[in-house]
């Protein structure tokens, strides 16, 4: 780990003497985090997190191999999928086509165990073909593709190959088995305030609402029959448990045939696996078993957080059409 800090600190500190500025003055303006924390990290007192390396890389338009002086290859711990020359559509295919990638492995792998903890709905493992172009035009429109104000959801058009794709993505991930999932307790509030923010901006007018929301409707129904019977929509076992505080960031960690494997998203074009690397695995496997000892079993259970759960989940749902609807961001 000290090699890692070492690596880190060492590229902020070549960059700042280039442009002849304190080191320090960087951290402080990536993070917004004071100078003594700041000097803290230069001298290595603080170790870096893997996030913090992500979003450091980020800045000085690195991939981490780079800035980590890491060889390239099957082996390499940190491998994102972010061509800069690429298009955001072809940055988006090219997520789900590593999506499937990786989960062909898994599906061909003997011993398996996924553990997860997300705190965005990842539709693009799930059957829903409306949800699911939103959270294409989501992406592209967070890219600078498109403006919400000008644009209206059904001028989007999904190419066959892009729709291909989700179909493949959601039936390998309805195979996959052995797999504990931790949610945020703001999980679906997250899409509702998504879809609010969308509709008042008239990028999806009242006919699209209703589309959505009875998709939403479904996916509530398939969420429940989950918890009470602990089979995910194609029959595999899947667990749950309901996390009392907001959860930083999506994270799954994989461990196949020998093989682990951390995957977490800082931004949603740029999601990193960190392979094989024992310390960094281990910090990160430690995290996700403290957040499910801090948090409650939902699966095969009555337990009135699962009912409250769903009650509030539905009412928002309900609520998403009412003529007199609030929006609390406005």
């Not at 960059?15 to 001298?43: C, G, H």
């Not at 539709?123 to 919400?148: D, M, T, V, W």
Request: hydrophobic letters at 35%; charged letters at 25%.
């Amino acid at each position: 780990m000290q090699n890692f800090n070492a690596k880190i600190i060492s590229e902020i500190v070549k960059r700042s003497q280039k442009k002849e500025k304190n080191p320090v003055s960087y951290l402080t303006r990536i993070f917004d985090m004071s100078k003594e924390t700041a000097y803290r990290r230069i001298r290595n007192q603080i170790p870096f997190s893997v996030e913090e390396a992500v979003v450091i890389a980020k800045y000085f338009n690195l991939s981490l191999d780079e800035m980590l002086d890491l060889k390239c290859g099957t082996n390499s711990p940190f491998n994102r999928s972010l061509d800069i020359e690429q298009t955001p559509v072809d940055i988006y295919s090219g997520l789900l086509k590593d999506d499937i990638d990786f989960m062909e492995n898994l599906l061909s792998a003997k011993d398996v165990k996924i553990t997860a903890a997300i705190n965005r709905i990842p539709f693009r493992f799930l059957p829903y073909k409306s949800l699911f172009k939103l959270e294409y035009c989501n992406y592209i429109h967070s890219a600078g593709k498109i403006q919400a104000v000008n644009t209206h959801y059904s001028d989007i058009e999904l190419s066959p190959a892009l729709n291909e794709l989700h179909n493949k993505s959601v039936s390998y991930c309805s195979r996959l088995n052995n797999l504990t999932c931790i949610v945020d307790n703001v999980l679906y509030s997250n899409i509702i305030k998504k879809i609010q923010y969308y509709h008042r901006l008239r990028f999806l007018s009242n006919e699209d609402l209703k589309v959505l929301q009875s998709e939403l409707f479904e996916m509530l129904e398939m969420y429940e029959n989950l918890l009470r019977s602990g089979k995910n929509y194609g029959g595999s076992d899947w667990t749950f448990y309901y996390s009392f505080f907001n959860l930083e960031s999506n994270l799954a960690y994989f461990e196949y045939d020998g093989e682990s494997v951390l995957q977490f998203w800082i931004y949603p074009e740029s999601p990193v696996l960190i392979r094989n690397n024992r310390q960094m695995n281990d910090i990160q496997k430690r995290w996700i078993e403290s957040k499910i000892r801090n948090s409650m079993s939902i699966t095969k259970t009555t337990d009135i957080y699962q009912i409250e759960m769903l009650r509030t989940v539905y009412q928002q749902i309900s609520d998403l059409t009412k003529p007199d609807i609030k929006y609390d961001f406005f």
